[in-house]
Each structure stands twice: as C-alpha cells, then as structure tokens.
C-alpha cells in the first residue's frame, strides 16, 4: 500500500507504524522529495514524512527559477552553469515540460553601472554558450527594443540590456508532483507529522517516534537508514541523535515580493546591484516577483517572514531598473522569505558558497541540506548513491546506476492540454481560455482529472475568487489527491490564491469547510 488517491491518514500512520523500511526520509523539501522519488524508483520501500506540509518552508520560497546561473559566471565557475544549463535543459524538454517554461531575461546596463556593455555582452554570449544555443545567443540590445519586452523599464542613463534565456516554474507545484511521481513509484509519505525522537538499536539510528500534528497521535517507524533532510532544521535532529553534534551549517534569509502587474512584460528583468549581487523582477503567475535579499539568520526557522525593512530593500532596488509607477505599495499582493542553508564557516553569507552539506552521525543517520531547485533530480540522485554505498549498511549494489530518467507526472505540451480543455465538445466542462491555460501549466494532463470532477460537479468548475483563475475543482482534488490537509496548504502551496492576494476570510472559510 502506497499514500495512493483516497488514503485516510490513519491508515497511513498505520502503515507506517506496522512496516519496517529501507529508508526513512525527514523532510518533504527539495531533497527529501528527491531522494525518496530516486528510492522508489529503485525498487527500495521507502517512507518520507514532514512536520509540516511538503514544500512547506523553503522549497516553496524560491525565486522560482529553473536557471544556469549567470552570476556564476562572475567566479569562473564555468564547469557549475555548463551541469546546471543540462539539467535545466532536461527538465524543460523531458522530465517537466507542463511546469517548466522558458523566460527571456534582460540585463539593464545603465551609464555608471558597475558592468559595462562589452563584459555582459561576453558574458551573456558565454552563458548561451554553454547551453549550446539552445535558447538562442545571448546579445546586446538597443534601449528601445529593451523597452518593447519591458515597458515598466527605467529609460534614465540606460545604454542598452543584455539578453538572455532561462526558464521559470511554480515550485510549490513542481514539489506535488513530485511527491507524486514518488508515491506512484512505491513510496509512503505524510506530511504534517512531527518527528519528537529518533528510534535506536545498539547505538545506531533504526528509526523515528513521531507525532500527528493534525490530532495528535502519536506512531512510529522502522527503517534500516534515515535520512536527514530538514533544511533549516537539520541541526536539530542532528541534536536528537547526539546532543553534543557541532553546527553543520548557517541560515541566510531571502525575502520577495509579488506585485500586481500593470502591463505585459516579455522579458524578465535581472539588475546588477553592485560588482557582486543582483535583484530580479520576474513575470509570473499574471503578477511580478521581486526579490531577494542576502542576509544571515539566526532565529528559529519556523518564525522566518518578509520584515517591513526587507519590503524597503526589495522595492529599493527594484527601482534601479523599474519605474516607480510598476511598484506601489498598495500593488503588493503576498511577501515571503525562506531560508538558505549553507554551510557554516566564518564570512558573509551572501559570499557563502552555494553547496549541499553531507555529514554523518555518530548513530549513521545521514544528514543532508543545501541545494537548488534547478538540480534536485541530480542532486537527489548523488544522495541515493551515497545512501546505496553506505559502509555496513548498503541499501543494495549499485541501484542508482539502475535509475532511469522518467518525467513528472502530467507530462504533455500545456498548449495541446488547454486546447482540449477549451474546445471540449461537451459544454460542461469547457473551460474559458484563462482557466485551461492555468490548468495546462500547473497539472498538464492531470488537468483532465480535474475536467472530470466539473462534469460530475459543474460548480466545481466555478473560480473560487472572480479576479483569479483557481477554480474550485482544485480544493477538491487537492484534498483527495494532493495531501493538501490544511487551508495554507490549499490557498498557498495547491493553488495560487495566496500569492495573488485572494485568499479572502470567505475564501479560506469555505476551503477550510471542505477539508473537514
């Protein structure tokens, strides 16, 4: 039995507490959805549970890119944009192409900036370059064609922008999915479930006491490996299995904003701020994110939020490249921040390097944190070979080498789902083009499980907010099949009501009337 459609929690928890597994993952982010989509995939019985909801905390607080990384550039790290342009790359063409879309990207040059046309203009062509051209060749442009892909565009002192091609997804999304893909392979997982000790045998970590944050229940589960993966918190259950375990790592916050967007953009904006450091302003979901700050945290993970001051800094420098008109307090639908984890060490946060942290405990739990987006399947993967290889106690020979690439699922072009949602001959359940679009690229051909609740239930096929394109057959479906067990986990992370700044009192009252 697998967290398949339908399962009631108690016969999750049940399941949990009856069998003994493989591997235990801790954490439903990045990694964790990752490694456990690797495991099941390789044939192994794996568990993953969250004490939260999966993508809840950082993995959901992204930039939203799918990206090589320009700036990487800046440090000679060419080798790093050539590995993450290829799997960018395989995300958008074969694992992911119903969540993951192209961007064109412009770099403002303005006169006194801190690079000058000649160097972005090698850059960006370098940049393309190792990508193979395959979002065509990174170039200057003149301030005119800059201002036709984006007409919130600052004209004072700009000499031109820098192109280039990226792509960008909904993360919140990306990580449902994957949780899917993973329970479809095999896996058992459940989120909102609060580890509150770690199980040993002889001195070595065999498992987790944990506890239903919904009723309070309390279980447990077996496994012969457990894996770390709780971001933020890592060193706290590196703390459960030995109280005197250093720090691994340090947290640096990184806050957005989503704004109202006033006019089509074609293009994204990524500013240089100074020598080292840039802001993005991003067409996405009909709204415009802004962000992010670098700054170094130390507070409890769980309280992280978007300050006043983090507000001022965005909107700040935002409006190096942004007219002021693009960016109005009032236009502000939805601020949030997430944290970074980086390894610790001494220096400022924002010169940290970006790398995944491994270490191992005293009782063999591995614990791991760190990573992007961009490369988590790869990342994933690298983690899965360590756990398989594990001195003493491998998970088996050589089964990463066994794992095949297999796509998301939903997989389909969203141009050719939402024409079938909006020319459906049956006109109950054809949709208006907005809400197919919307469908498209948040389910690809999942979307039509959704046309299916409409035509048992045409009021499901109804907004949930007129200004939006969510529609109340999501709620539904996010219930049943996307372990959505709260109202948050509803409007923020299975819909994008939240981000839109229509997840009204009403709104969430009904919502959370469904979900009871």
Known sequence: MTTAIGTDRAEVRHELSRNAYDLLVIGGGILGTSVTWMAAQAGLRVAMVDAGDFAGATSSASSKLVHGGLRYL????????AENHRERRALAADIAPHLVKPLTFLVPIYRGGPHGAAKLGAGVFLYSALSVFGDGMGRVITPHQAVARVPALRTEGLR?????????????????????????AGAIVLNHAEVVGLRK???????????????????GVSARLVLNATGPWVDHLRRMEDPDAAPSIRLSKGAHLVMRRHEPWKAALTTPIDKYRVTFAIPWEDHLLLGTTDEAYEGDPGG??????????????????????????????????????????????????????????????????GGKWTTYRHIGRHVFDMLAHLPGR????????????????????????????????????????????????????????????????????????????????QAVYARDHEWAATVDDVVRRRTTLTVRGLDTPEIRGRIAGLLT
């Open 160 to 184: 031109g922008a820098a192109v280039y091609g990226d792509h960008q997804m909904n993360d919140s999304r990306v990580a449902v999915m994957t949780v899917r893909a993973a329970v479809d």
């Open 74 to 81: 800046q440090t000679g790290n060419v080798k790093l944009v």
């Open 394 to 473: 491998p998970l088996g020979d050589d089964l990463a080498d066994i794992l095949p690439v297999v796509p998301l699922p939903g997989l389909a072009s969203p141009d050719a789902v939402a024409m079938r949602l909006w020319t459906d001959r049956d006109p109950g359940t054809r949709m208006d083009p907005l809400v197919a679009r919307h469908l498209a690229t948040h389910y690809g051909t999942i979307a039509f499980e959704l046309a299916r609740l409409i035509r048992e239930d045409p009021a499901l096929g109804e907004r949930i907010h007129p200004d939006g394109p969510d529609i109340w057959a």
């Open 304 to 369: 992280v939020s978007a300050t006043e001051a983090d507000i001022t800094q965005i909107l700040d420098e935002a409006g190096h490249s942004v007219r002021d008109t693009q960016l109005r307090r009032e236009d502000i639908t939805y601020a949030f921040a997430g944290l970074r984890v980086l390894p610790g060490g001494p220096g400022e946060v924002a010169a940290a390097k970006r790398e995944t942290v491994l270490t191992r405990g005293s009782g063999g739990m591995l614990s791991v944190a």
């Open 201 to 219: 045998t002889s001195g070595s970590v065999t498992g987790a006491d944990l506890r239903d944050r919904l009723d309070g229940t309390e279980f």
